[in-house]
């Protein structure tokens, strides 16, 4: 049996460094903390909404600033923690004036979900950044990501950059890893969109949903990006939350720092693929903190399919 802490021993002084290790035992703890927290706010009054609305002018619920709190005072835990970064928060946050490291992370993604007690999650990633400056960076600066999901069973999804690994939360509060080394596998005929979305998507997100409908996909939206990511962990299939064709400044639904990357970071090293438009998302250089972006990720061959899509438009448009 490996535990989370095993493991992250296993890699001290190699992969993770110490001020890594404590930093990652920290944000583990804090989704305990949270997992708990879920399972039993209908009792502390903590369901509905709050009259507050966070930068994006979301309704915030009691547990998606409770959950902001937890992550907070994890990074506050860490003498190496520089700046935390929230979803639900308008800016960065100053922590330790002499740490190094920015903690990105959406505190309860999903949380729509929360009244109807569907999977939540909380999403993260970590990248260097001494001053404010450094923190706006694509996401191949990301040195690990992750994310929780808080479902029948809590799990913790980590990558440390190389590889990923599943943790399942057991009744004594140990995160034991349940899948060494997750793939994606390279294809699977289901996909994941808000098909209600249908005349907002382009040309190449609509050709590629016809297609894979008539070859025979299967379609499954939970509206939680954790819990839609977990599937393709484990069964594969694409998920896709492309522009609004009609409004393409407003770039999206999904964050590009707190959603897109640490999902990209951990897709990519399981074996997938994460794009915008032909692009990996990782690639793309953050113009804000709170950028929303068109994501799709998934299988390989399948992301590839839409990929090519997107490829053939752009050299349709040179040659007009
Ligand atoms: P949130 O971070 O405010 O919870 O929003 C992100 C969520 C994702 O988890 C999910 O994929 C998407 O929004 C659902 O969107 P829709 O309401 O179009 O189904
Ligand atoms: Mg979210």
Redesign the pocket.
Known sequence: MTTFENFLEGHKGSALNDEMVVLLREIAQATRRISDTLKTSAFEGLTGATEETNVQG?AQKPLDILSNEIMLEACRNVPSVSFAVS?ELDAEVAIHADGKYAVIF?PL????NLDVNVTVGTIFSVIEAASAADILKSGRHQVVAGYAAYGPQTVLVLTIGKGVQIFTLNTDGTYVMTTADAKIVPEAKEFAI?AARRASWDDVVAAYIEEAIDSGHNMRWV???VA?THRIFNRGGVFL?PADRNKPASGG??RLLYEANPIGLLVEAAGGEAIIGNTCILDIEPTGLHQRVPVIFGSKVEVDKISAGYAARVLEAAAE
């Not at 993604?109 to 729509?112: A, I, V």
């Open positions: 979301e979803e959406d993604d999903g949380s729509s808000n509206g939680s990006m839609d939350y639904r999904l």
